[in-house]
């Protein structure tokens, strides 16, 4: 199969906007890059695709970490604000803690240099030292819990939700509205993996009367703010015979993205560049924490390309550890293969083993 050949072609148009002022100093973030960015994505006519946006919310607070509580179910992080350069306090506890898919309050905490640099971790809980982020930091991929060691530096930020990425529910969104989830006045939905259950929660602009919301096919419940992450990527459905286009914004990382993830979970890692990549390049496969020492074994890590035209993911599984060539895809044919990851699109992982291990997915330069 040539995958890229047969990949989504995504018509993406990006400006990237230098800062006239920068909310903290350009050397705090040794992984972070200062402009701003905004892209049109347009997703073709009656396709399902996958997508993928690079670019970071506001940081609202920053500084050091001074140890990391590893013992428990989640790791803690007690960190130190840097008032000195410039960061706020730390956002309340009830915000650090939200569960509310209704409530923009979900965070991330991102590693910005050191040997974990990139790391992106989900906040659950914290106070204004400490924050307890979900799962623990296990030995993988040249990383663990030592890596963050003291004075490394990190960011917090909101993470991206429904309404970040694909617009406030509105009368002018592009994904159009209407009384019920079938309604033919609805353009687009979004649809977000759940990687606890492996299944994906489908999302559409409800309007009633003059209110609009986003919610899920059933159900009156709002989720405006359904979580989608930072790195993460997420599925758009094109129900009509025209582009639907939409704009996202936001600060432009350069650093790698890295995630704690679960052996046999499913997870969509975005491509963190805004140009188009393949797995050497974004060293999926020589960072992927499970795989042969030659040729693949059948539990080793996969990852799926989208097929836009099938509606279904070509899979590729990671070998090579100790091949001459080094580390690389294998197609479903035994063939060493570098598949292609498109700008503004994801990748499915699919991690081997069950522990916790740490997935990691580099921009192109």
């Known amino acids: 199969m040539n995958t890229a050949a047969k990949l989504s072609k995504l018509a993406v148009t990006t400006c990237v906007i230098p800062m006239l002022a920068v909310f903290i100093s350009t050397k705090s973030f040794a992984g972070l890059a200062t402009p701003v960015a905004v892209s049109t994505i347009t997703a073709p006519a009656n396709t399902t695709t996958l997508v993928g ?3 970071a919310r506001p940081v609202e ?3 050091t970490i001074a140890s990391v509580d590893n013992t428990g179910s989640n790791a803690i992080l007690t960190v130190a604000i840097d008032t000195a350069g410039g960061s706020p306090a730390m956002p309340a506890s009830s915000a650090l803690g939200n569960t509310d898919k209704n409530v923009d309050s979900f965070y991330v905490c991102e590693i910005l240099d050191g040997d974990a640099i990139g790391l992106i971790l989900d906040v659950v809980e914290g106070t204004a030292t400490t924050l307890t982020v979900k799962g623990t930091i296990p030995t993988s991929a040249g990383i663990s819990a030592a890596s963050l060691r003291s004075t490394t530096k990190w960011a917090l930020r909101k993470a991206h939700t429904l309404s970040s990425l694909c617009g406030a529910a509105s009368v002018t969104n592009p994904f159009g509205s209407g009384s019920s989830a079938k309604a033919t006045t609805i353009l687009g939905q979004v649809q977000i993996l759940d990687t606890a259950t492996g299944a994906v929660s489908t999302y559409y602009i409800n309007k009633t009367g003059t209110v609009y919301n986003w919610r899920t096919g059933s159900g ?5 703010h359904a979580p989608i992450g930072l790195g993460k990527g997420f599925l758009v459905v094109n129900l009509k015979s025209a582009p639907l286009t939409f704009t ?5 990382r350069t650093a790698r993205s890295r995630f ?3 052996g046999g979970k499913k997870y969509l890692l975005a491509n963190p560049g805004i140009k188009d990549s393949d797995f050497a390049t974004s060293t999926i496969a020589e960072q992927s924490p499970t795989r042969g020492a030659a040729a693949p074994r059948s539990g080793d890590d996969k990852y799926g390309i989208w097929d836009v035209a099938s509606k279904a993911f070509a899979y590729f599984q990671i070998g090579g550890t100790e091949d001459s060539s080094g580390a690389s895809a294998y197609n479903g044919s035994g063939n060493r293969v570098n598949p292609t990851i498109g700008k503004f699109t994801s990748v499915l992982a699919l991690p081997g083993g069950s522990g916790n291990v740490i997935l990691t997915i580099a921009p192109a330069p």
């Open 248 to 252: 996202v914004s936001g600060d432009y």
């Open 260 to 262: 704690i993830a679960q």
């Open 53 to 55: 946006v690079p670019y």
């Open 220 to 224: 009156a419940d709002n989720f405006n």
């Open 61 to 63: 607070a920053f500084g």
